[in-house]
Every structure is written in structure tokens, then in C-alpha cells.
């Protein structure tokens, strides 16, 4: 008795191997930039990355913003919101803003006015009254940094690929602090 034949297998790619190149195609497009993008616009207005990284730093000076306000409500919570709030300030200087508000080593309660220029147009909850409970205003700014992070994360798809790497950077960092705020609310 013969053995039966073996199964036929098709020719050419498997359906593995093309989702496979193409999903490492999508990467290889998506991290690298093409040197007409960083240029700038022809017509004179500003390009994506610039709108991008000035959205950026205008974002990152009302999360700023919002933690002055926490501090001039709950200066109890100074020792936790310091280093979380120089971090913001820090990121806001990467994209190029960050000029306004006291520096980053001194995250008083007196910094609330300076930074609040920036903060209606950044974002419209820091002109929001803060919760009474120091729980409250931490969850709500826990809230503003995953909020944050979410816009940059889908953000950065469109970006070239430096500005690209350091907005999904800040959007970790940021992630990363709405944990901690998250953690320090229970």
C-alpha cells in the first residue's frame, strides 16, 4: 500500500511571513524622517513639528500650572507634587517653552500667577477650582497627566521621527506620574 501523498503546500509567501513584512515595514516608515519635514512650511506658516512643539510646551506649561494651584491650596503636598512639577517644567523647556513661572528648583506657592498666563489657553481645567481633599486634587491631576499623556501618545504618529521620540519620552513620563499621583490618592 503507498503512502499518501504529502499536503500541497502553496507557492510563494506564506500569510505569516507578509503580515510579518508588513508590520516591519509600518516601523521602519513610522521611526524614520524624511529631511523635508524638520525644514518648515513653504508658504511662510509654521510646520507640523513646529505647531506640534509649541502645543507641546503650551500643554506642559498648564499641567504647570495646575500644580501651582494644587501647592496654593495644599502646601502640605509640596514634598510630593515638587519633583512631578519641576519634571513638567523640564518638559515644557524641551519643547522649547518653559520661560514663564519660577524655576525649577523652588516649587513654591509663590509661582502660582506667573504660570498662570499660560494655563487658560494650555488647558481649561486649570482655571477649574481644586478640590477641598487633598485625595480629590490628587486623582483630578492624576486625570490631567493620563489625559496628557493619552493626546501625546496618539499625537507623535504624525510627527517626525526626533520629535516623535521625545514627545512619546514625555508622554511616558507623564503615564509614569499619573501612576504616582494615582498611587498617592489611595
Not at 523652588?106 to 498662570?116: E, I, Q, R, V
Amino acid at each position: 500500500m503507498p503512502f499518501p501523498s504529502p499536503p500541497r503546500s502553496p507557492s510563494g509567501p506564506r500569510r505569516r511571513t507578509l503580515l510579518a513584512s508588513a508590520a516591519g515595514a509600518a516601523l521602519l516608515v513610522g521611526c524614520t524622517s524624511r529631511p523635508d519635514d524638520s525644514d518648515g512650511g513653504t508658504s511662510g506658516s509654521p510646520s507640523l513639528a513646529e505647531r506640534a512643539r509649541a502645543r507641546a510646551a503650551r500643554d506642559s506649561e498648564g499641567l504647570v500650572g495646575q500644580y501651582d494651584a494644587v501647592l496654593a491650596v495644599h502646601p502640605v503636598l509640596t514634598e510630593l507634587l515638587g519633583p512631578l512639577r519641576a519634571q513638567a517644567l523640564r518638559h515644557a523647556g524641551a519643547f522649547g517653552g518653559g520661560s514663564s513661572g519660577p524655576s525649577a528648583g523652588s516649587p513654591t506657592t509663590s509661582g502660582a500667577p506667573k504660570a498662570g498666563k499660560a494655563s487658560p489657553s494650555a488647558s481649561p481645567s486649570a482655571s477649574a477650582p481644586v478640590p477641598a481633599h487633598e485625595r480629590d486634587a490628587l486623582a483630578e491631576l492624576a486625570a490631567a497627566e493620563r489625559a496628557l499623556a493619552d493626546r501625546r501618545a496618539k499625537a507623535l504618529l504624525d510627527l517626525p521621527g526626533e520629535l516623535a521620540r521625545l514627545l512619546a519620552s514625555v508622554a511616558a513620563a507623564g503615564a509614569a506620574h499619573a501612576y504616582l499621583l494615582t498611587e498617592a490618592a489611595k
